[in-house]
């Protein structure tokens, strides 16, 4: 059973999720929670942080508090604001479009917690079966390979644990940045900080929403064109040692920006007929894969061109 509130403040774990308008995935997130099998003295509080949503977010249930926020502030504010109304000695950050996998996945985070980390990762799984849902965790798994290798900035903040201590010492999240990002500054910030970090993959979330190309490349040229400048202010060595160099106009010769205007007119409507191919699987895996790898770099690419503007 969850609790709401718990008076023995160092085995308190709060939870945040933060959500913009309606997100249809919440209630199974916040079941998924309230049947987690916790270790002895633990105890967890629930925050949704309601970003600016059109409609404000309700939610039937008392164990929940929920944060308003009056306008769409964008994830890192959202996170720092939940983050802000608990006083736990850990914080999980939790995407509202992600369920807990089995009743004892915050068991294993707290577990290893417990052996001395300051931040431990769980892993993302799709489990709807089409071509988004294996393209996302093959993701998955070349983000762990990377982060046993050593890139400890690798995962992502769909499932992520932090001391409080270690989460406020550094800052919380940058608010500079509105989306896009915002994870891989945290999680450097608090590698560079001597934080001991760790990945438990048998904790797993399903990440339930479902994804189309159109999505996923307006996220990437939101990302080039609004945070992109942030994060090469603050890391520029780490941003030269990652792939998204190669589609930075700021990083390239004369070819790409000649790319970037010959392809503006027809960018979008491109992504739309791809998302089609995609959405129908006419292609092999490994070809749609390719799809997405180049098409995604291009929105990205012209999300930079905006940013130099």
């Not at 959202?78 to 479009?97: H, M, S, T, Y």
């Not at 608010?175 to 990002?181: D, K, L, P, Q, T």
């Not at 503006?264 to 739309?272: A, S």
């Not at 490994?286 to 770099?297: D, E, M, T």
Request: charged residues 25%; aromatic residues 12%.
């Amino acid at each position: 059973m969850v609790a709401l509130k718990n008076n023995n403040l160092s085995k308190a774990l709060d939870i945040v999720i933060p959500v913009y308008n309606d997100n249809p995935y919440l209630e199974e997130t916040l079941k998924s929670i309230f049947i987690q099998q916790l270790p002895n003295g633990w105890k967890v509080n629930v925050y949704i942080v309601d970003d600016g949503s059109d409609e404000p977010v309700a939610v039937d249930n008392k164990g929940v508090n929920v944060v308003r926020l009056e306008k769409n502030s964008g994830c890192s504010v959202a996170r720092n604001q939940g983050a802000r109304a608990g006083n736990g000695e850990v914080i999980l950050f939790l995407d509202a479009d992600c369920s807990l996998m089995k009743e004892d996945t915050l068991a294993l985070l707290l577990e290893e917690y417990e052996k001395g980390y300051d931040v431990c990762f769980g892993q993302i799984h799709a489990p709807q079966g089409d071509f988004w849902a294996k393209y996302q965790n093959d993701v998955a798994k070349e983000r762990a390979v990377r982060f046993f290798q050593g890139e400890h900035s690798s995962m992502t903040t769909s499932i992520f644990m932090s001391n409080r201590k270690a989460f406020e010492s550094v800052g919380g999240f940058d608010e500079a940045y509105h989306f896009g990002f915002e994870d891989r500054d945290l999680f450097i910030t608090l590698n560079e900080s001597g934080a001991r970090v760790s990945l438990v993959e048998s904790a797993k979330v399903n990440h339930n929403d479902a994804l189309t190309l159109i999505s996923v490349t307006e996220k990437m040229y939101k990302a080039g064109a609004e945070s992109s400048s942030r994060f090469i202010e603050k890391h520029t060595k780490h941003y030269e040692e990652m792939a998204y160099v190669r589609a930075d106009v700021r990083y390239s010769g004369f070819f790409l920006k000649l790319v970037v205007m010959v392809t503006k007119p027809v960018l979008w409507t491109v992504i739309g007929y791809l998302n089609w191919v995609i959405k129908k699987e006419i292609l092999p895996f490994w070809a749609l894969r390719r799809v997405v790898k180049y098409i995604s770099g291009l929105a990205y690419l012209h999300g930079t061109a905006l940013a130099v503007r």
